[in-house]
C-alpha cells in the first residue's frame, strides 16, 4: 500500500501579537539557522582565503582517491567558525546542514560535506614551514628561503590584509592578550598556567597590565638585567617559543623518544634561522 502524504496542520488557539495572528507548523523539511553563511560565502570567494592557505601546503594524499580537497576542507572549517562553530566535533552534524552546503556550493540531495575526523588530519597537517607560509610577515632579503616562500604562496594572510588598505602603512601595532585553553589530558604540548592553576595551551603573548601580579612577572622585575619591563616583556615574548621547543617535558617520555624529539628540534631551528646546530 502505497504511503499516504497528510499535510500538518497549524498548531490552533496561539493568541495574536501586535495585532497579528501567530501560526505554528511543523510540516518544514531540513531547516536551517545559518542564512549568514551565503553573505560570508560571497565575501570568501571575492578574497579566496582558504584557496591561498590551501596553496601553502603540501596534500600527501592519493590523488585518485581524494574526496575533499584541501582548499573546500579549509573552507568549510572556516565557515564553522564565523557561525559560532568553534568546535570541529560539530562537522559531523554541520555536514548534512542545508545552509552549510549551499554555501560550499553543493545541492541539498548531494553528497555530504567533509566529517570531523578529515577537519583533525587538516589541522594537524602543515608542518613548520607550511605555517611560515601562511602568515608570516616579511623580514626582508635576509629571512632565509624568503624569496622561495614568497614565490610559493608565502605570506598570505599578510598579503591579504596589506590589499585590505588603500596604502599600506608603515608599521601595525597588535595588542594580543594571551587566551588560555585548558587541556584535559595529557595532549602533546600542554603547558602548565600558574594563573588558572592547571595545564593547558596559551599562546605565549601576555598583556603586562594584566598579569602583573603573576610569578613570571615577579620575577621579571627583580631582574637586574633588563634595563625596563618593555626590554624585559620583549625577551620574554621572544623566549617563550624558544623555550617551548627546546625545553622538552621528560615526564613518562622513554628517552629514546626525547632524543629524537630534541634533534627534530634542532633541525626545526636550523632551518628557520639557517644556524647549523648541535644536538
Not at 594524499?61 to 582548499?71: A, C, F, N
Not at 625545553?247 to 634533534?263: I, K
Request: glycine share 8%; hydrophobic share 40%.
Amino acid at each position: 500500500m502505497p504511503a499516504k502524504v497528510v499535510s500538518t496542520p497549524a498548531l490552533p488557539g496561539l493568541s495574536p501579537v501586535g495585532g497579528k495572528p501567530v501560526i505554528a507548523r511543523f510540516d518544514g523539511e531540513h531547516l536551517s539557522s545559518n542564512g549568514g553563511l551565503l553573505v560570508l560565502r560571497e565575501v570568501e570567494q571575492r578574497l579566496d582565503i582558504a584557496g591561498r592557505l590551501a596553496a601553502c601546503m603540501t596534500d600527501p594524499r592519493d590523488r585518485e582517491r581524494i574526496v575533499h580537497g584541501l582548499d573546500e576542507i579549509i573552507r568549510f572549517r572556516l565557515l564553522m567558525i564565523a557561525a559560532g562553530y568553534e568546535d570541529g566535533n560539530d562537522a559531523d552534524r554541520l555536514r548534512t546542514d542545508p545552509m552549510f552546503k549551499l554555501a560550499m556550493a553543493r545541492l541539498e540531495d548531494e553528497a555530504a560535506l567533509c566529517s570531523q575526523p578529515t577537519i583533525s588530519r587538516l589541522e594537524n597537517l602543515p608542518d613548520t614551514r607550511a605555517l611560515l607560509r601562511m602568515g608570516a610577515a616579511s623580514q626582508g632579503s635576509g629571512w632565509p628561503a624568503w624569496a622561495s616562500w614568497k614565490a610559493s604562496g608565502g605570506q598570505a594572510m599578510v598579503d591579504l590584509y596589506c590589499a585590505s588598505f588603500r596604502q599600506v602603512p608603515n608599521k601595525i601595532v597588535l595588542d594580543v592578550d594571551d587566551t588560555f585553553d585548558a587541556v584535559h589530558g595529557e595532549q602533546q604540548m600542554r603547558l602548565f598556567n600558574a594563573h588558572y592553576d592547571e595545564y593547558g595551551f596559551h599562546k605565549g603573548l601576555n598583556n603586562r597590565a594584566e598579569n602583573s601580579h603573576q610569578a613570571t612577572r615577579q620575577r621579571e622585575r627583580q631582574m637586574k638585567r633588563f634595563k625596563s619591563a618593555g626590554q624585559a616583556q620583549r625577551f620574554l615574548s621572544a623566549h617563550g617559543g624558544i623555550n617551548n621547543l627546546f625545553l622538552l617535558r621528560r615526564h613518562q617520555v622513554p628517552a629514546v623518544q626525547y632524543r629524537a624529539a630534541r634533534t627534530q628540534a634542532f633541525q626545526t631551528w636550523g632551518e628557520v634561522t639557517g644556524v647549523a646546530c648541535m644536538a
